[in-house]
Nanobody, 126 residues
Framework: QVQLVESGGGLVQAGGSLRLSCAVSGRTFSSYAMGWFRQAPGKERESVVA????????YYANSVKGRFTISRDNAKNTVYLQMNSLKPEDTAVYYC???????????????????WGQGTQVTVSS
């Protein structure tokens, strides 16, 4: 069973930065495409970013383009989300997810993931 553990959330002022990490158990991390999602109070969960197995292809929601960066370190079984220029509307619980895939350069959308983490809270104060 694959387990995902997010960390790095917290409280930050608007304009600040945070880096989220998602550690994935197991020895086949490089077989998984990864994604980050978020859910704000009273809202549906939404896609934020995604990255292919190889790391060569990425997806960014329009709301975070130019501010957030996803990366992965296959040697450390970890995917990162660097969040800069944070806004109050970025406040949410952030989840990482993994999808096992044969295709090294494909990323995936929310309904396609196999495993999810428990989430980490990000709060941006104005």
């Amino acid at each position: 069973q694959v387990q995902l553990v997010e960390s790095g959330g917290g409280l930050v002022q608007a304009g600040g930065s945070l880096r989220l990490s998602c550690a994935v158990s197991g020895r086949t991390f490089s077989s998984y495409a990864m994604g980050w999602f978020r859910q704000a109070p009273g809202k549906e969960r939404e896609s934020v970013v995604a990255i292919s197995r190889s790391g060569a292809r990425t997806y960014y929601a329009n709301s975070v383009k130019g501010r957030f960066t996803i990366s992965r370190d296959n040697a450390k079984n970890t995917v990162y989300l660097q969040m800069n220029s944070l806004k109050p509307e970025d406040t949410a619980v952030y989840y990482c997810a993994a999808k096992k895939t044969y295709y090294k350069d494909s990323y995936y959308y929310m309904g396609e993931y196999d495993y999810w983490g428990q989430g980490t809270q990000v709060t941006v104060s104005s």
